[in-house]
């Protein structure tokens, strides 16, 4: 009978952890709303569109100074009937954000640019906007060929200070990524 007690008890704080968990995991999300492809110069520019939400853990993590990657993965594929898709292209980006505690403001960070807000809702707001970001050339695709474009924005795991990086294996409070965005590309207009 001791034992059955002590059996429920144990399952009580196991329940206990796992939705506390789940309920702090509920304050981040990073959901893709649109993207196109656009033709400049003969190359082909990304333009997409996210919604990202933070919760109070990484908001507190950001102002205690750790920068966070965030991966922008773009796919070109070209869709086989009886078989794998053939991939055309793929196009990775890191922007990263940080803040800096001397100036009090949030820095993201994208490619050779720098850029610097007042309020992390601000640097939030930048680091959704994926604008002009160069994918692929007119060379790479063929007139009348159909394709598939594919797009995933996420935290890289890899690069998460060393200090959180055991937990941002175990915890999916530190796994953020958005759903995989696909849409057949309009080319060649």
């Known amino acids: ?3 059955c007690k002590k059996i ?17 995991a509920e304050g981040n999300s990073l959901r893709l709303r649109s993207a196109n492809l656009t033709a400049y110069e003969g190359e082909y520019l990304l333009n997409a ?21 965030f991966l922008i993965e773009f796919q070109l594929l070209s869709p086989k009937k009886y078989w794998f898709d053939d991939e055309v292209v793929t196009t990775t980006q890191q922007v990263n954000l940080s803040y800096h505690a001397l100036t009090r403001q949030y820095i993201v960070a994208r490619n050779d640019q720098q850029r610097a807000y007042a309020s992390l809702d601000e640097a939030l707001e930048d680091l959704s906007i994926i604008q002009d970001m160069k994918v692929f050339q007119e060379a790479d695709v063929e007139r009348g060929e159909r394709y598939r474009a594919v797009l995933l924005m996420r935290l890289d795991q890899k690069k998460l200070p060393k200090a959180l990086r055991i937990e941002g294996m175990t915890s999916n409070e530190w796994k953020i990524s958005s759903q995989r965005f696909e849409w057949t590309p ?3 207009k």
């Open 49 to 69: 569109d996210a919604e990202i939400n933070f919760s109070s853990e990484i908001e507190k993590a950001i102002q205690k100074g750790f920068a966070f990657s």
């Open 1 to 3: 009978m001791h034992c």
């Open 186 to 188: 309009s080319l060649f």
């Open 8 to 24: 429920k008890a144990i399952f009580c704080i196991i329940a206990l952890v796992l939705f506390s968990s789940s309920v702090l």
